[in-house]
């Protein structure tokens, strides 16, 4: 099986069982950031079981073999994602921490040089706070879902205009779009 066949498959396995992963297009921008920028070392919030830290996974590796710390509160979904980990060759690259994200961050020693936010909408503000100092200069943070769910991330809405962090709205395919801020 290839890449594209297995990522099929981990897809129609969200669908089944109704997981909210990213698209494949917002996947496709993800991982050309990625490539483009060089990521050696990046954080994302919010593992679910698999699809989105596979994807980068796979990127990093192909480029620069690094490494993702990847942070899930959700036991069930930790496990599930340990063994898609396993099953696509990428878990050496790894660092999957159950953990609530909100707890373990000021706990993190490392410096990231990209930063995915996808955990619970309505403390995307709180996340984007955590990681402020733990992001490189010139670090890019993307935080996904900011058009539909914008009534949950008001409070991020006003944090980046109150503090004058600048950033960019951008709609990624009919699902949603995204924030993204280069520190
Ligand atoms: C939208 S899903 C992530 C989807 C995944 N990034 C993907 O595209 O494949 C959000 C996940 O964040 C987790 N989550 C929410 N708040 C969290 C927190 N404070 N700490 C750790 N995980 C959290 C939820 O359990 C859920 O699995």
């Given at each position: 099986m290839n890449e594209k066949e297995f990522l099929e498959e981990l897809k129609n396995h969200w669908i089944k069982n109704d997981i909210p992963n990213i698209s494949f297009v917002n996947a496709k921008f993800l991982r050309d950031l990625i490539k483009i920028k060089k990521v050696k070392n990046m954080l994302e919030i919010?593992?679910?079981?698999w699809f989105s830290t596979i994807n980068f996974a796979l990127e990093l590796k192909a480029l620069w073999y690094w490494k993702i710390t990847t942070i899930e509160f959700s036991p069930n979904s930790h496990w599930e994602a340990l063994k898609n980990f396993k099953n696509a060759w990428v878990d050496d690259i790894i660092n999957p921490l159950l953990w609530n994200a909100l707890d373990i961050i000021p706990k993190l020693k490392e410096k990231y040089d990209f930063v995915f936010i996808d955990g619970m909408k309505k403390r995307s503000k709180d996340f984007l706070e955590l990681v402020w100092n733990k992001t490189r200069k010139w670090g890019i943070i993307i935080i996904d879902?900011?058009?539909?769910?914008k009534h949950k991330m008001l409070s991020l809405y006003d944090y980046v205009d109150e503090n004058k962090i600048e950033h960019n709205i951008i709609p990624i395919d009919e699902d949603d779009g995204i924030m993204m801020i280069i520190k």
């Open positions: 919010g593992t679910a079981n879902d900011v058009i539909k769910f």
